[in-house]
Each structure stands twice: as structure tokens, then as C-alpha cells.
């Protein structure tokens, strides 16, 4: 079974863009979320999607949305970035349940840089 | 609001050596505990995975345990290997939030 993609590896962006990432998860699960990796604040929770709609939200601001498609893939985006939105962004799935209660699965991560 | 700490942060042992990783959180409302496995700009493997009502996990070298009424776990790898080499993070199913919170992970060097 493939494991989880993420597209793309990596991308360079410039203060005031968007991005959009993507996230196709493991065939079968239905629950995918969301974490931002940075070296200061650690793995932090974004959002969850189950059957395209959003379960959990994390405490970012309206910057960071996510939504999520009938074949359970999902995408995340940020508009107007900012220096401070660098960082590793890891995308999970998980058959039923969120990252709370099931066992997530990780994809190698979308390396984002805001210069 | 739950806190999850790792300690220590980083940690070097000669190949061979057993070690114990420490991981310490302050809400004992939880689903569960897990150990992920972090290799340097990968993604998370996932390792083990606590249930509240358990009080340890095994696989192969690794064994993890927990004592929700003191907010603490432990990681034990056995006859530690250089490819055991790596960022081991702790994260705890809060049953309030339903979230997944991380502690900041112990990085490991397994020197050969």
C-alpha cells in the first residue's frame, strides 16, 4: 500500500504570497491533518479534515485554511505569507479517527521557505 | 493546557548501549501516548502507541511505558545501533482537545 504523498517536496515563496500544499493520504483513510514543524515552537496541530469537513482546528490565524476532496485528498493554503510561516509542513492520515485517537501515518513533508 | 517535555534534548551513547528516553505531561486526560521516530527532514514513523488504559508496549528492541497518574512515559531501546540514530518525539491524545500534542524531542546519536 502507497504511504502518504506530498506535493510538492519543497517551494520558495516571497513575503505577501500564497501557497496551496497537497496531500493525498493512504488509500482507505479518511482522516487527514495538519502540523507545522519549526525548530522554535516544535510540531504544532493546524487542522483535521474526516469526510471534507474540517473535525479539530489548531490555534493559527485565518491565514492557514484547509479543505478536503471526496477521494478524502486534501490541501492546505496560506495566503499573505509572512518570514515566520517557514517551515517543515507535515501532513498525516489515519483511518478513522484524528491524530488524538488512532495511529497517524506521515508524509515526508513540504519544506516551505518565505523569504 | 497540556504540556508535553522531553528530557533530555539531545543524547550521545557509544553503539551497544541501552538507553531510556524520558517523556513528562501535564494533563492525565488522555486517549493515549505514542512514540514517533524522526529522521532529518523526513516525516514521522510512528512507533508505538499507548492506549491509557495500558501500561506498556513492545516492539522488537523498543518498549514504552506509561503511568497516566504521574504524566510519565519512558522509551527503552535495547542494544542501541548507529541506524537507531535520530529525533524521538512523544505525543500525547488529549482527551479535552482531541488533539495531538508533542513534546520537543530527544535527538539520539548512536556512535558505532
Known amino acids: 500500500k502507497a504511504g502518504v504523498t506530498q506535493t510538492p517536496r519543497y517551494l520558495i515563496k516571497t513575503r505577501g504570497q500564497q501557497v496551496t500544499l497537497s496531500c493525498s493520504p493512504i488509500?482507505?483513510?479518511?482522516?487527514v491533518s495538519w502540523y507545522q514543524q519549526t525548530p522554535g515552537q516544535g510540531l504544532q496541530f493546524l487542522f483535521e479534515?474526516?469526510?471534507?469537513?474540517?473535525?479539530n482546528k489548531g490555534n493559527f490565524p485565518g491565514r492557514f485554511s484547509g479543505r478536503q476532496f471526496s477521494n478524502s485528498r486534501s490541501e492546505m493554503n496560506v495566503s499573505t505569507l509572512e518570514l515566520g510561516d517557514s517551515a517543515l509542513y507535515l501532513c498525516?492520515?489515519?483511518?478513522?479517527?484524528?491524530?488524538?485517537?488512532?495511529?497517524?501515518?506521515f508524509g515526508p513533508g513540504t519544506r516551505l521557505t518565505v523569504l | 493546557k497540556q504540556e508535553v517535555t522531553q528530557i533530555p534534548a539531545a543524547l550521545s551513547v557509544p553503539e551497544g548501549e541501552n538507553l531510556v528516553l524520558n517523556c513528562s505531561f501535564t494533563?492525565?486526560?488522555?486517549?493515549?501516548l505514542q512514540w514517533f521516530r524522526q529522521d532529518p527532514g523526513k516525516g514521522l514513523t510512528s512507533l508505538l502507541l499507548?492506549?491509557?488504559?495500558?501500561r506498556e508496549q513492545t516492539s522488537g528492541r523498543l518498549n514504552a511505558s506509561l503511568d497516566k497518574s504521574s504524566g510519565r512515559s519512558t522509551l527503552y531501546i535495547a542494544a542501541s545501533q548507529p541506524g537507531d540514530s535520530a529525533t524521538y518525539l512523544c505525543?500525547?491524545?488529549?482527551?479535552?482537545?482531541?488533539?495531538?500534542?508533542f513534546g520537543q524531542g530527544t535527538t539520539l546519536q548512536v556512535k558505532p
Open positions: 488509500s482507505g483513510h479518511r482522516s
Open positions: 498525516a492520515s489515519s483511518r478513522i479517527g484524528g491524530g488524538a485517537t488512532d495511529t497517524q501515518y
Open positions: 499507548i492506549q491509557s488504559s495500558q
Open positions: 505525543a500525547v491524545g488529549s482527551s479535552n482537545t482531541g488533539k495531538l500534542i
Open positions: 494533563d492525565s486526560a488522555i486517549y493515549n
Open positions: 479534515y474526516f469526510s471534507e469537513t474540517q473535525r
